[in-house]
């Protein structure tokens, strides 16, 4: 695939470095996550990580001879598809962004993909919706992720638990987009390979009370409960009730359940539970560890390391191909993530958009091993969680 563009991309780096030689230009990007609602304790560091990779390309005066860029944040809420779209909205027809580096949860991740990237041509890179109904989604080759669908984390969970010995679990989900799709990929994950899902059942987020759910989840039993939901809503609180009431001592937390949040509500009490969360051991991994440690935030917290990439993945296709125009540099992100190239770690975009503006090829590895696949989504790395102590920490990778 690189090959085929290299004619037409050296052509238009020509043209867009005649361009930018004496009209360098302010290059906007739309940073659009929940930073209110279930998942606002991690998406700071998500926010964070975006802006670092940001910040490293306007301080390296490489992009398109010179060009700055500028973060734009928005708020997706996570949940309230009504707001998320208005919010993507403002980024593009008042803020004039030039692509768009989120959203988060899949629900909303759909929604403005279908109302505002569709009907404007922007590019989208989600760096946590995780959706299996986002592969198959219209998006006239504008929509990309750097997290793994959840067709690939319930296998994961399937092995987990099986190399657990668990044989029979309990899953609950929260009633929407991201919830429903894990929990069918587990569930045929899981009973494909021989285990019983005694009971999947929906929980609404907002509640003050999930005894009722947990009453139906204990009545069904299971040597494990699944609590596919989000850290700082329903997902908590069926954990809470669960505990209360003795009907569960060991959860399984896959990636929206993953954060320091979960150390503070609970404790002691998750001890011998586990999960897992995307994430790789990779060089890039450590690479942007340190350089989140510098700059202020935590760069192993939930696709943090994703976030990075994203943005960064947005800014080397822009160099790529000449123009930060979303209809341009939207043929060129796939080319730029995968080999053959010189490998591009975190604290290298300066080189990486150097070699591409003197017409070389690059294979940006980034802080998550990105390997994108298919309909432009991540091949999938994950980190394998144990509590213990009172706090998680990782024990493996898969």
Known sequence: MKNLLMATTAISMMAGAAFADGHAEDVKIGVILGFTGPLESITPAMGAGAELAMTEVSESGALLGGSTVTSVRADSTCIDAGAATTAAERLVTADKVNAIMGADCSGVTGAILANVALANGTVMISPSATSPGLSTAEDNGLFFRTAPSDARQGVIITNILQDRGVEEVALTYTNNDYGKGLADAFQA????????????????????????????????????????????????????????????????????????????????????????????????????????????????????????????????????????????????????????????????????LEILANGGEIDYVGASAVDLIGPGESAGNYQEIEFADGVYSTIGYR
Do not use: C, W
Request: aromatic share 8%.
């Open 189 to 352: 994950a899981f009973e494909a390979a021989g285990g019983t899902v005694t009971i999947s059942a929906a929980h609404e987020d907002g509640k003050a009370d999930y005894s009722a759910e947990v009453g139906a989840l204990a009545s069904a039993g299971g040597e494990v409960l699944v609590v596919a939901g989000y850290v700082d809503q329903g997902g908590s609180g069926v954990i809470r009730s669960a505990l209360d009431t003795g009907a569960f001592d060991t959860f399984y937390v896959p990636d929206g359940m993953v954060g320091a949040k979960l150390n503070e509500n609970f404790g002691a009490e998750l001890n011998g539970s586990y999960g897992a969360y995307p994430g790789t051991d990779s060089q890039g991994a450590a690479d942007f560890a340190a350089l989140a440690e510098a700059a202020g935030f935590d760069g192993t917290s939930a696709f943090a390391p994703e976030s990075y990439d994203a943005a960064a993945l947005i800014m080397l296709a822009m160099q790529a191909a000449g123009s930060s125009a979303s209809a341009d540099l939207k043929d060129h992100v796939m080319s730029v993530a995968n080999a053959p190239g010189v490998e591009i770690f975190p604290g290298e975009l300066a080189k990486g």
